[in-house]
Structures are given as structure tokens and as C-alpha cells.
């Protein structure tokens, strides 16, 4: 069965430096989506992308985030300064079924 | 806004059936949808059911549907020690879903 990869599974960066968190969408899929669940609190929806653009962020989606599919198979989220309320699992998610990936745990320090 | 709710705990002995209940707020979600989230892990779509249906049903999992109160249920008949996650409600409405706070499934031996 087709599954939506992520990597790194776990990153750990230092306070105002840039990551990238990196998404394999199901082929063929035409929708995709980033959200972020910060520990113990509820999985929120950042940004959905369609047709190379986005087509709908989140408040929490701010100046600091982009995304970008950069080569037709991966789908990424960059986070230009990251902060310590930055630290959080995010999750792809692929098609409108919304199947998510295993996530990247990302730890700011 | 929009938004989810469910019981934050439940525990039940393997073997009982577990019912976990969820209420949304968005009369226009479509689609709504059951994922499950082990420890540590990412989230497994288990089931979902159109808006337009009264139940659904995949094996062990029964899914309930009441429209009118905004009410959905996820049935486990005969549970097992592996079904011990944390359950998501969310609800679809023009692309990006919208969560619960997850309900702690704790099932005893």
C-alpha cells in the first residue's frame, strides 16, 4: 500500500536557525498539507497546496513558514528562524483523504 | 470557528466493546474522519464516513453518524490490548480538517 514518507523523523536545531522538514507525498496525489501537533495539544491544520501553489494557510502559518514542491515528488516545509514554541511533531498529509505520514518530531533549543 | 470535541478518556476491559464519541460544530464538514495514534507514532487513518450516511462499517469498527446533532461515534467491538491509543475525530469541510483533542483509549487485560 502506498504510504506518505518524512524526513528526519526527529531534528533537533538551535533557536533562529532554518530547517526544513521534507515530504514524500502518494504519487499521483494532487493535495497536500502540512499540520503540526504540539505535545499534548491538538493537531492544527498550517497550509494546504495545490497546483504548485498554496491554497489556504493558517493563522499559524506566518512569514517564518514556506513551502515548496520542488521537484515534483517532494513536498517541503521550511521554518526561516525557528523559535522554541516551534517545537512540535508536523505531519504531511497527501490527497483529500488525508493520509498522514509518520511525522517529524522537531525539537528547538 | 469551527471546532471538535471529544472526551479526552475512556478505559474499558479487552474484550468490552469501546465507544468513543465526538461532536463538531461545522454543519458543511463532508467528510468526517477516525485516526488513531500510538505512542510516539504518526496517525492511521482508520475510517471515514461521507456526510450523507447514517453508518459505516469495517470490521471490528462501526462508525455512527447523527447529522442533525453534529454527533459522531466510533464503536471497537471485542477490543484488544492493541487497539491502547489515543483516537482523533476530525471533520472535513472545504479541504483542511479540523481535529479533536484525541480520546485516551486505555484497555486492560
Known amino acids: 500500500e502506498p504510504e506518505v514518507t518524512q524526513t528526519p523523523s526527529h531534528q533537533v536545531t538551535q533557536m533562529g536557525q532554518e530547517v526544513i522538514l521534507r515530504c514524500v507525498p502518494i504519487?499521483?496525489?494532487?493535495?497536500f498539507y502540512w499540520y503540526r501537533q504540539i505535545l499534548g495539544q491538538k493537531v492544527e491544520f498550517l497550509v494546504s497546496?495545490?497546483?504548485?501553489?498554496?491554497?489556504?494557510k493558517s493563522e499559524i502559518f506566518d512569514d517564518q513558514f514556506s513551502v515548496e514542491r520542488p521537484d515534483g515528488s517532494n513536498f517541503t516545509l521550511k521554518i526561516r528562524s525557528t523559535k522554541l514554541e516551534d517545537s512540535a511533531m508536523y505531519f504531511c498529509?497527501?490527497?483529500?483523504?488525508?493520509?498522514f505520514g509518520p511525522g517529524t518530531r522537531l525539537t528547538v533549543t | 470557528g469551527e471546532d471538535v470535541e471529544q472526551s479526552l478518556f475512556l478505559s474499558v476491559r479487552e474484550g468490552d466493546s469501546s465507544v468513543i464519541n465526538c461532536t463538531y460544530t461545522?454543519?458543511?464538514?463532508?467528510?468526517l474522519y477516525w485516526y488513531k495514534q500510538e505512542p510516539g507514532a504518526g496517525l492511521q487513518l482508520l475510517t471515514y464516513?461521507?456526510?450523507?450516511?447514517d453508518m459505516k462499517q469495517d470490521q471490528r469498527l462501526t462508525v455512527l453518524l447523527n447529522k442533525k446533532d453534529k454527533h459522531l461515534s466510533l464503536r471497537i467491538a471485542d477490543t484488544q490490548t492493541g487497539d491502547s491509543a489515543i483516537y482523533f475525530c476530525?471533520?472535513?469541510?472545504?479541504?483542511?480538517?479540523?481535529f479533536g483533542q484525541g480520546t485516551t483509549l486505555q484497555v486492560k487485560p
Open positions: 498529509a497527501s490527497s483529500s483523504e488525508q493520509y
Open positions: 504519487s499521483n496525489h494532487l493535495y
Open positions: 497546496f495545490y497546483n504548485n501553489e498554496i491554497s489556504e
Open positions: 461545522d454543519s458543511s464538514s463532508t467528510y
Open positions: 464516513i461521507f456526510s450523507n450516511m
Open positions: 476530525a471533520a472535513r469541510g472545504a479541504g483542511k480538517l479540523i
